[in-house]
């Protein structure tokens, strides 16, 4: 007796009978940017506003004040474990720092009860404004970039690439990955845009450059 | 150039006018027209209704009518039955596992235009005022007919074509791309949604003002005209060619008469 | 016939995908309804705008296109290979592959793998392929309850509905229903919510907040799949996507067979063309790729169900193939004209619009339900084809299955039908031209019948019933033009005007 799998594979062949050949591929779309490290960061900066993040541009001796003025007034933060002084300076040693780490992670509820996260990144594409995460030891697991509700995102220009061909070529996609662009939203009322329904409400990114 | 012209089934039947303002037009450019009598129709009727079969009848025809003839280039005054000739003929040909109609088919196709691709790509024509002598001093409106538009990428061939008739007041259609809702046996199989489409387009057509609609597609504007005037609307339509072959010497005449009053 | 004869039988496409109403019937009370069809109108036509704006900024659109439907092609033609490169790669990194034959299996694999957890809830992230099998109907039968968790699921959930739209499930809902529907079924609701859209956005992430942070089970769907690493991606909006694939223990993920792309680099493309097509925004919100298992970060019990029902079926027609190539985009049916005025519910499907009137049928067969009413819901306009990010001839397909379903009833009946008899009659009309030019000998009748103001105003029959519906006919003209050509013009080789209506012609059409 033939399996669901056996089956479903027999009958995909059979389709196929009349022996269908694969086309050549045209990759005629565009795989490598024209802006150079500026022009990609003028451009970045420009879909973060465009879908309300928060950007600044720091040098690289800011980024511990900057991220340190976004956390004013939040009662908690978590980062994880391969974020250390050269991003966090002084905030390594915050008594409101939690650190997310193996034998040491965070439950659901810890999380939801942790105001804010700090994370770097992998690689952003500039044409679209997306932050790609990795779960590399300097961004953590998924989840604490997802239930705290404001995160502070450090972008080093250096990461930088303007279209996504160029990305992809710098991911290893069986890791874990987040793609992020933007806070969340839905147009499913009326197809308004709302912002902010479930993950972090609050996205400020940090693009770190040495102009 | 021996023109042999398509007049298509509907124009040949019901809009004779546009056929003769057709030859007209390419004779003043002097051009020699013949009429391949074997000629009906191209059968988009049957193919796009599933009739694949009679369909074949029909392309056998049209393919032999015109190898029958010597021309150089053939025209037809509709987008719909030029894409159909091009690109569904060969189609239906291999469906139906007859390869030799197949690339019969295909040369003739190679050879077939619709109107204002043949003016404007092979004879030149850009200024219909100077060149055609079309005067037409109405207000205007026109409806890009999909198949013209999405299949042969007319582009503006026919609205630029339209601009340079001197006399003739052009206002730009609202939603001018949107089907009109004929779609052939789409009007009777489903009428509900093609009489809603219709609303809206001559709806639209009546916004701008104009006293006239205009199109490339007899099929078209034999729906759009009915229903302006089944909603007594006061606008009308007329093929482009029609307009195209209105000179100050033989002006085509609107009777406004005939009009229902609103 | 173009379906390829296969060696063992038809796979039984079942769930969500029949239309039980004959299209034009069904629109026909759907036009009616005044509400939806402003909501369409205007969602549509936004969409339609946003999606042509994003689409125009890019200089390589076409190319992507290009790329996008070779990529399709060649994972249909090499399917098996694929889907066994995907197995391994995904089982390598301690997923486990289900395959399920079609809506029933797959509804018991997923309620079995629920139960092995010992849960009677499970969270969901929208997917139109669970929607397909009608798997939240099923779970509700077994005692399980599954709970939408994207925005406007949760509305169609709540409101006791029916998605209508791929993308926007609730879009023939306003805001003032769906408030209504908030306050009357949300059990923790503030009773004075108003209808703001953000504060209704901010009742349902109240209302599902403590559900995802307490959720054992999940269930999703997958946009994509990568043969080449056994990657799994989800692409959302909102972030229950995100809830629903990190959070719980175990994930349960149903995809259907034709979801692969082959290589990882293939995403390149496609997430250029997804979100812009879909939502008309460079790109969405959030997107979750995930891989099996990820060691000590998400779901540990990693689950796919691979789902056939009636993909095999589609596959198997040469000429309606390609209509697998889909990505669940909905372009085609924001520039669609019969869907923008007859709504998704009108086609009685999970799949409406341009691409559920081919993928329907495809799946179950023409001969099924009313599924061989849906290839005649369209005009053949071609917006459709123009917007689908994977090129798919949907036209084409249509015309395809048109052919298919007259087939069909022709095997069904011998009788035959009003369309039947008029497409003889044509045939015989259009076969010969002196066919033609007998048939227009019966024209003056038709001046006759147009009467004084040359009009008529009611034609005979069901079917030329439906055009004077709500058109009028113009009278026929005096004489047919190949009448003309052969009585009156004068063969010249040169130019000139011809004949004795030199001095000007009555025209117009009246």
Redesign the interface.
Same mark, same amino acid.
């Given at each position: 007796m033939s399996t669901a799998r056996e089956e479903i594979l027999g009958r995909i062949r059979d389709a196929l009978a009349d022996a269908p050949v694969a086309p050549e591929v045209p990759r005629e779309y565009r795989r490598a940017g024209t802006l150079d490290e500026a022009g990609r960061v003028e451009q970045l900066v420009d879909r973060l506003e465009d879908y309300k993040a928060g950007v600044q541009v720091v040098t690289a001796d800011r980024v511990p004040a900057a991220i340190a003025a976004h956390l004013r007034g939040a009662e908690s933060f978590v980062t994880p474990e391969g974020l250390g002084a050269e991003w966090l300076g002084e905030l390594e040693q915050d008594e409101r720092r939690r650190v997310d780490k193996p034998g040491q992670r965070l439950s659901v509820t810890e999380l939801d009860a942790t105001s804010a996260v700090v994370t770097a990144s992998k690689v952003t594409v500039s044409e679209s404004g997306t932050i790609i995460l990795d779960a590399s030891p300097d961004q953590g697991r998924r989840a604490i970039t997802l239930v705290p509700d404001h995160h502070v995102c450090i972008v080093p220009a250096s990461t930088v690439v303007q279209l996504l061909p160029e990305a992809m070529e710098r991911l290893d996609i069986t890791h874990p990955l987040t793609w992020i662009s933007g806070p969340s939203a839905t147009s499913d009322i009326e197809l308004e845009r709302v912002e902010g329904v479930h993950g972090p409400r609050t996205l400020d990114v940090l693009i770190v450059s040495d102009r | 150039m021996r023109i042999a012209l398509f007049a298509t089934c509907i124009v040949d039947a019901m809009y004779p006018d546009t056929a003769i303002a057709t030859v007209k037009i390419l004779e003043r450019l002097g051009h020699q027209v013949i009429f391949p009598p074997g000629q009906a129709c191209c059968g988009q009727m049957h193919m796009n209704s599933g009739y694949l079969e009679q369909a074949h009848t029909v392309v056998s025809n049209h393919v032999r009518a015109f190898e029958e003839q010597d021309w150089d280039v053939a025209v037809a005054p509709s987008g719909s039955c030029v894409a159909s000739v091009k690109d569904q003929h060969p189609l239906v040909a291999t469906r139906c596992g007859d390869d030799s109609l197949a690339s019969r088919a295909t040369a003739v196709g190679q050879r077939t235009y619709e109107l204002s691709q043949l003016l404007t790509d092979v004879l030149g024509v850009t200024d219909a005022a100077a060149q055609l002598g079309s005067y037409f001093p109405h207000e205007v409106t026109y409806h890009p007919s999909c198949h013209g538009m999405r299949l042969l990428g007319l582009g503006t061939r026919q609205s630029d074509l339209l601009r340079s008739v001197e006399g003739l007041s052009y206002r730009e259609l609202p939603d001018a791309e949107s089907c009109c809702g004929f779609g052939g046996t789409f009007s009777m199989k489903v009428p509900d949604v093609s009489g809603a489409m219709l609303e809206d387009k001559a709806r639209n057509i009546d916004s701008t003002g104009a006293e006239l609609c205009t199109g490339g597609d007899a099929s078209c504007l034999l729906h759009i005209g009915g229903g302006l005037s089944r909603l007594k609307l006061g606008a009308r339509t007329v093929h482009l060619a029609e307009i195209l072959a209105s000179t100050r010497e033989e002006p085509l005449v609107i009777n406004h008469e005939k009009e229902a009053t609103r | 016939m173009?379906t390829? &004869?296969?060696?063992?039988p038809r796979?039984r496409a079942e769930g969500n995908l029949f239309e039980e109403t004959p299209?034009?019937d069904y629109?026909?009370e759907e =036009?009616k309804n005044t509400q939806l069809r402003a909501?369409l109108a205007?969602?549509t036509h936004?969409?339609r705008d946003k999606r042509l704006r994003v689409v125009s900024e890019l200089?390589?659109w076409e *190319? =992507?296109r290009?790329?996008g439907s070779?990529?399709k092609?060649?994972v249909?033609?090499?399917?098996?290979a694929l889907?066994?490169e995907f197995e391994a790669n995904f089982t390598a990194?301690g997923g486990v592959i289900?395959?399920?034959?079609d809506a029933d299996?797959a509804n018991r694999i997923v309620t079995d793998l629920i139960r092995e957890q010992g849960a009677d809830e499970v969270v969901k992230v929208k997917s139109m392929a669970t929607q397909e099998i009608g798997l939240n109907e099923h779970l509700a039968e077994q005692g399980i309850s599954a709970f939408e968790?994207?925005?406007?699921e949760l509305?169609v959930q709540l409101g006791h509905d029916t998605p209508s739209h791929i993308l926007?499930?609730?879009?023939h809902k306003?805001?003032e229903e769906?408030r209504d529907i908030f306050l009357k079924e949300m059990g923790d609701v503030d009773p004075n919510l108003d209808s703001e859209?953000?504060h209704?956005?901010?009742a349902?992430?109240k209302h =599902?907040?403590a559900k995802?942070?307490?959720a054992k089970v999940a269930i999703s769907g997958a946009n994509f799949g990568?043969a080449e690493?056994?990657?799994l991606a989800v692409v959302e909006?909102?972030? &229950?996507g995100?809830?629903c694939l990190?959070?719980p223990e175990t994930l349960i993920t149903v995809m259907g067979?034709e979801k692969l792309l082959p290589k990882?680099?293939d995403?390149?493309?496609f997430?250029?063309l997804l979100?812009r097509s879909s939502?008309g925004?460079?790109?969405?919100?959030?997107?979750?790729?995930?891989?099996g298992a990820?060691h000590?970060?998400?779901p540990q019990n990693v689950h796919l169900v691979?789902l056939?029902n009636g993909r095999? &079926?589609a596959?198997?027609d040469?000429?309606g193939?390609s209509a697998l190539h889909c990505i669940r985009c909905s372009a085609c049916m924001n520039v669609c004209?019969?869907y923008e005025?007859?709504g998704g519910h009108a086609y009685g499907s999970t799949y409406p619009g341009p691409i559920g009137a081919i993928l329907s049928p495809l799946l179950t067969g023409v001969d099924k339900a009313e599924n061989g009413t849906l290839?005649?819901?369209?005009?053949?306009?071609?917006?459709c084809?123009?917007a689908c990010p994977v090129k798919i001839n949907i036209p084409?397909i249509l015309?395809h =299955?048109?052919?298919?379903?007259?087939?069909a009833r022709r095997k069904r009946s011998k009788r035959p039908t009003e369309?039947d008899l008029v497409? #003889?009659g044509?045939?015989w009309?259009?076969? #010969?031209?002196?066919?033609?030019g007998l048939?227009?000998k019966g024209?003056p009748l038709g001046r006759v019948a147009a009467g004084r103001? $040359? #009009?008529i105003k009611k034609l005979p029959g069901h079917?030329?019933g439906?055009?004077t *519906?709500?058109?009028?006919?113009?009278a026929?003209?005096k004489?047919?033009?190949?009448?003309?050509?052969a009585k009156e013009?004068k063969d010249?080789? $040169?130019?000139?005007?011809?004949g004795p209506d030199?001095?000007? *012609?009555?025209?117009? *059409?009246?």
């Open positions: - | - | 173009s390829v &004869n296969l060696g063992m796979v299209f034009a629109a026909r =036009l909501n205007h969602a936004s969409i200089p390589d *190319q =992507l290009d790329a070779a990529v092609e060649s249909m033609a090499d399917l098996p889907l066994e990194r289900h395959w399920a034959r299996e968790t994207d925005l406007a509305i926007v499930p609730a879009i306003n805001r769906i859209p953000a209704l956005a901010e349902a992430r =599902l907040r995802f942070l307490s990568i690493t056994g990657t909006s909102e972030g &229950n995100r809830m990190t959070l067979i990882a680099s995403l390149e493309a997430m250029q979100p939502t925004e460079r790109m969405n919100p959030y997107t979750s790729m995930w891989t990820a000590d970060d998400g691979l056939d095999t &079926n596959l198997a040469v000429h193939r004209p019969v005025r007859a290839p005649y819901a369209s005009s053949l306009c071609g917006a084809y123009v084409e015309v =299955l048109r052919g298919e379903d007259v087939e369309m497409m #003889k044509a045939e009309a259009f076969s #010969k031209g002196s066919h033609l048939a227009e024209l103001d $040359g #009009k079917l030329l439906g055009w *519906q709500f058109r009028d006919v113009p026929p003209p004489r047919s033009f190949r009448d003309w050509w013009h010249s080789s $040169g130019p000139g005007p011809s030199a001095a000007g *012609q009555e025209g117009g *059409q009246a």
